[in-house]
């Protein structure tokens, strides 16, 4: 199991990746954002990062394959 150290690496890279490779995506993140509590320290689960980083994974599968790119 990754750290959420680990997972935040991941997710800051995947993120880049949309930003820089499929700009076209990237710009709709912001319609799907990882949902931070509004309060001080907020807990976020290593769950919670898991199921944000597969969400990107997938959204960049799926525009990859509707766009013919895999």
């Known amino acids: ?6 997972l ?6 995947v993120v880049w990746t949309m ?3 499929y700009p076209e995506v990237y710009q ?3 319609e799907n954002p ?3 509590p509004n309060f001080e320290n907020p807990k976020i689960s ?6 944000y980083l ?7 599968n799926k ?3 509707e766009k013919g790119l895999t």
């Open 1 to 6: 199991m990754k750290t959420q150290a680990q």
């Open 46 to 51: 290593t769950k919670e990062l898991e199921n």
């Open 34 to 36: 990882i949902t931070i």
């Open 19 to 21: 930003e820089s490779d």
């Open 54 to 60: 597969e969400t990107l994974h997938n959204i960049i």
């Open 63 to 65: 525009y990859k394959e």
């Open 8 to 13: 935040l690496k991941e997710i800051s890279e």
């Open 28 to 30: 709709y993140l912001d």
